[in-house]
């Protein structure tokens, strides 16, 4: 945890069927100027990927080349605006994987060359996660920080569990329904520590800076004030998410609560 904590007061990177397009706002419309992505494949096939270029057209890896921070001095190549207040810079760059309320489970797919967003693949089928009631698909636009990862081969100590082997993870909590392949500029709001099949899965809760609300949320607290019960069905959800599967409840450090940015 100390890693993660690193990561959210200074930025420092941590060991640690689609719905396309970009939505409103001059802040997301800012990062996506600077990214831009080409599809191949089909939606919803093994074959399909999604593949990330910068604003000359290279292609790029969303993993490696997208900062972490967005008040990063240079941003593909292009100086980035010194930042307005205290909490402007403290934004970090956010990658949409998953849209909210889809079933789909995307992802940066890590050992690809430059790494696109494909469909997860077990046992050879594409894989969906199931609708856990009321809910359908995930309940948030989910997605990743860039240039962080979990390092399997170290235990964490606040869970006693090593690290998934994947980059980590953002629940984006905000108004709107985000587009696969979005880049988007988000506050980091607390944390969860799942477990995850015995792994340590940290899950970031945050809200797109953009959003019509975002200037009401600063911490854990105000998502327990302004969006009652949304914290509750994200612990329910983490925890029953896999036993469609056949698979046992996950488990969470700290009893399952929500810790806030500012421990």
Not at 105 to 134: C, H, S, W
Request: hydrophobic residues 35%; glycine residues 6%.
């Amino acid at each position: 945890m100390s890693a993660l904590l690193r990561l959210l007061r200074t930025g420092a990177p941590a060991a640690a069927c689609l719905r396309l397009g970009t939505s409103a706002g001059t802040g997301s419309r800012r990062a996506m100027a600077l990214y831009h992505t080409e599809e191949r494949g089909q939606p919803c096939s093994q074959n399909y990927r999604l593949f990330f270029k910068n604003v000359t057209g290279h292609y790029i890896s969303p993993f490696h080349d997208i900062p972490l921070k967005v008040n990063s001095k240079e941003e593909n190549g292009i100086p980035m605006k010194k930042a307005r207040n205290d909490e402007y810079e403290n934004l970090f760059n956010m990658i949409v994987e998953i849209p909210r309320w889809t079933n789909a489970k995307m992802e940066i797919a890590t050992k690809e060359p430059m790494n696109p967003i494909k469909q997860y693949v077990k046992d050879g089928k594409l894989r969906y996660v199931a609708n856990i009631f009321p809910y359908k698909g995930y309940i948030w636009n989910y997605g990743t920080l860039p240039q962080t990862w979990e390092d399997p081969h170290e235990k964490d100590k606040s869970t006693n569990c090593f690290g998934d082997n994947d980059p980590i993870d953002v629940c984006e909590i905000g108004s709107k329904i985000l587009s696969c392949g979005e880049v988007i500029h988000v506050k980091i709001l607390g944390i969860l520590a799942l477990i995850d099949e015995g792994e340590t899965d940290w899950k970031l809760i945050a809200i797109n800076a953009n959003d019509p609300e975002a200037s009401k949320f600063h911490d854990i607290d105000d998502v327990k004030k302004f969006k009652p019960g949304y914290l509750e069905a994200t612990l329910n959800w983490f925890r029953l998410y896999k036993v469609p599967d056949g698979k046992p409840e996950n488990q969470f450090a700290f009893n399952g609560e929500f810790k806030n940015k500012k421990i």
